[in-house]
């Protein structure tokens, strides 16, 4: 279960990195440069606070190799047009739900504790894109004045997730709960935006 | 002794990171996202190049705890007006002062030679603002024309800590001494600014 | 072999850092700051990444005391003029064609799969001047549309370090051949920019 909830989280990252690079239309090693940092930066950043080595992505060298794919195909594809920005939201929401869910599991499992698990879920969910957008010169969202509850929704559901799996009869989905509960928090904040 | 001055580095370098946010009207996720990267940031860098683990904010879960905390105050108190940028120099100072002593400490403590612990004094210190800067998109300090000796203060009072440690008649209150130089030379230096 | 191209690696990365911080007109800390992240921020992620301890800089720490020299040197200096930044070309794509093959080789001495050793050598070449056009409020190379082939140089530069090093004839020269190549190839990336 763990490990397909971090492979979604990695391909749905990744899939958002390489649409957003082909709006700014970078080059092939910016577009693959980019995705991997969406796709990998956040779980980094956890893994080096927690000293979980090999990192993720070293772990499951497959990791690099499927966004490199991804990077090739997407440099094949024609630019994105600007009032497809919206539709980045999707793959974007995702990538961070699956990654806001596997970040606090991956923390919970070094043992720990509630308060900075579900930090650690928050930073693995959010860190990808705020170094991604801090290296091309855009203001995270993070901290932006009015931001549509991005770590908000990520460091609740990761709450959620660590409460859910307390209970021996939820356990088993604990995950897809919390990671259905983080999208649709966060596809609602979009719209009410 | 080290616990208290850390415990006062922390304290007071998130109290200028909610002040600062508050100025930058951010909600608070922004706040608290921007008080603990100043509050933990450079104490993070210096834990990982030592390779000291867990991280200290990771091994004294309280702290966080403080700052959220300190978040949640400083939501409720009305924005700053702009002309009380001036006195977020005081809570800055403080902060930075006592953290470039704890970084020092905490570096001769894993057997750093001179060099190498008065600049992770420096990097403890200063590196905190760095990287809220960058996140913020506003230039660092350190890396502007005229920078009002941020980073010298911070070397140079690390060093004096480390010398003044030597002396067995001084050592209980080197730390206390060396604080006291860097926050005063650094309001000289503003003040010349 | 690996020492010396270790230590040129850092002469010229500092080199280009000084020389860079000197047309921007920052102060002495601002320049050495520059220069130590230029020099060492590529193989400090790399040795994070990997988890090698102590840090490449402070398992050597004359390094950071060459760096300290060249910045005291260079801080007595004259500005440079606009119109010397294209010399600034030579030392940057030195330090880097040092750093990728030094980086690779690191990578897989600590049993890195090729892939991931290639992508080290890529971000040990590479990441020190993102971090510091970051901090400095530059969009990094690596990000801006027109590239030219800056993580490609050293990425397929490394590729080619880590075959020469599969050949027992060639094995004592790949370095020095993995080096030039990179070089080579990214002068005429500029020249053709």
């Not at 000293?51 to 997407?74: E, K, Q, T």
């Not at 693995?124 to 991005?150: E, Q």
């Not at 939820?170 to 928090?185: M, Q, R, Y």
Request: proline share 7%; hydrophobic share 55%.
């Amino acid at each position: 279960m763990q490990q397909i909830i971090e492979l979604l989280a990695v391909v749905f990252s990744a899939l958002y990195g390489v649409l957003l690079a082909r709006r700014l239309k970078l080059d092939f090693v910016g577009v693959y440069s980019l995705a991997f940092i969406v796709a990998f930066g956040g779980g980094t950043l956890r893994d080096l606070f927690l000293d979980r080595h090999p990192l993720f992505w070293i772990g499951a060298p497959h990791y690099p190799v499927i966004v490199f794919g991804m990077s090739i195909v997407a440099f094949f594809l024609p630019p994105l047009s600007e009032h497809t920005e919206r539709s980045l939201n999707i793959p974007d929401a995702l990538g961070f739900s699956f990654f806001s869910v596997s970040g606090a599991a991956a923390a919970l499992a070094e043992g720990a504790p509630v308060f900075i698990a579900a930090m650690m879920g928050a930073v693995t969910g959010t860190f990808g894109g705020v170094i991604a957008d801090t290296l091309c010169n855009r203001i995270p969202s993070l901290f932006r004045p009015s931001t549509p509850l991005y770590a908000t929704c990520s460091f609740v559901g990761a709450l959620l997730y660590i409460a859910l799996k307390e209970l021996p009869a939820i356990k088993p989905v604990a995950a897809p709960i919390a990671v259905a509960f983080i999208f649709l928090f966060r596809l609602a904040a979009l719209r009410f935006d």
